[in-house]
């Protein structure tokens, strides 16, 4: 089946300077009167706007992309590693991004993370307490595993907090 034109333009150098035609194997057609110099800075012209265009339309991505990572993170909860199976997601998500929201995004799955490596500690602390008992020999051991898991929790702490300010930031500039 044959594809009909929804509409036929027809142009002349008579009438216009710069006919630019690109086909839909790519091939590209150009005429022009224009100087060289002129007809590039025409295009230049042109590719910045459909760069600012398509700024603009990344800077308007949805504002609940933030909700919608927590959201897969929860959707991912059972998964063996949260935070990993989450990430996978959002790097396999091609909608264009804003820098804040990537950074938000880190700080969500990073913080996760660093929950999930908490846990893990704890579990490996109560597992050896289990095998060993809290006795001159262990005590550092157990110690450690404590301070590990403490540093962990706290780092996870701070990036939420930061998230959590980076948040009211948001809405703070959206009530303006």
């Given at each position: 089946?044959?594809?009909v034109p929804d509409?036929?333009?027809?142009?002349?150098?008579?009438?216009?300077?710069?006919?630019?035609?690109?086909?839909?194997?790519?091939?590209?057609?150009?005429?022009?009167?224009?100087?060289?110099?002129?007809?590039?800075?025409?295009?230049?012209?042109?590719?910045?706007?459909?760069?600012?265009?398509?700024?603009?339309?990344?800077?308007?991505?949805?504002?609940d992309w933030v909700?919608?990572?927590?959201?897969?993170?929860?959707?991912?909860?059972?998964?063996?590693?949260?935070?990993?199976?989450?990430?996978?997601?959002?790097?396999?998500?091609?909608?264009?991004?804003?820098?804040?929201?990537?950074?938000?995004?880190?700080?969500?799955?990073?913080?996760?993370?660093?929950?999930?490596?908490?846990?893990?500690?704890?579990?490996?602390?109560?597992?050896?307490?289990?095998?060993?008992?809290?006795?001159?020999?262990?005590?550092?051991?157990?110690?450690?595993?404590?301070?590990?898991?403490?540093?962990?929790?706290?780092?996870?702490?701070?990036?939420?907090?930061?998230?959590?300010?980076?948040?009211?930031?948001?809405?703070?500039?959206?009530?303006?």
């Open positions: 089946m044959t594809r509409r036929i333009a027809v142009a002349s150098l008579d009438t216009h300077r710069l006919i630019i035609a690109v086909r839909n194997d790519g091939t590209t057609d150009v005429s022009s009167n224009l100087h060289p110099h002129q007809a590039a800075g025409v295009l230049r012209q042109l590719a910045d706007s459909l760069d600012h265009t398509a700024t603009r339309e990344a800077q308007q991505a949805p504002a909700a919608d990572v927590r959201d897969a993170l929860d959707f991912n909860a059972e998964d063996r590693d949260p935070a990993l199976a989450t990430l996978r997601d959002v790097l396999l998500d091609d909608a264009p991004r804003t820098p804040a929201q990537a950074l938000a995004a880190a700080r969500i799955l990073l913080g996760a993370h660093a929950r999930h490596l908490a846990a893990l500690v704890d579990h490996e602390q109560d597992a050896t307490r289990g095998r060993w008992g809290l006795n001159r020999s262990t005590r550092g051991l157990l110690t450690g595993f404590s301070n590990a898991r403490r540093t962990l929790t706290a780092y996870a702490d701070r990036l939420a907090d930061e998230q959590a300010l980076a948040d009211a930031d948001d809405r703070e500039g959206a009530d303006r």
